[in-house]
């Protein structure tokens, strides 16, 4: 039987030297292998990711996208946690 409590959705921006770094493709390998769903993209100035899942898995994927990849610098990450829509099957770079 499967825990629903244990779902939820994060919406996240992270700020820092995001854009033009890799750093949408460096999400969407973390968030795939930890089995998350959604999506990121570039905004102004940020980059904004919505992810739904298991909430340990969210936060590790969340973790890794702190640190970021070797070209990255993300000084800041802010994080929304919200009720999970169901609406995606797959994380995307968009």
């Given at each position: ?22 750093f ?7 968030a ?22 298991d ?40």
């Open positions: 039987m499967e825990k629903k409590s244990s779902l939820v959705r994060a919406h996240i921006k992270a700020y820092g030297k995001v854009q033009g770094v890799g949408r493709f460096f999400v969407n390998r973390k795939s292998a930890c089995g998350v769903k959604g999506w990121v993209r570039n905004a102004d100035g940020f980059v904004e990711a919505v992810m739904e899942g909430k340990a898995k969210i936060e590790e994927c969340t973790e890794s996208c702190r640190k970021g990849s070797p070209f990255c610098k993300v000084e800041k990450l802010d994080i929304t946690w919200e009720d999970p829509t169901g609406e995606f099957d797959r994380f995307e770079v968009k």
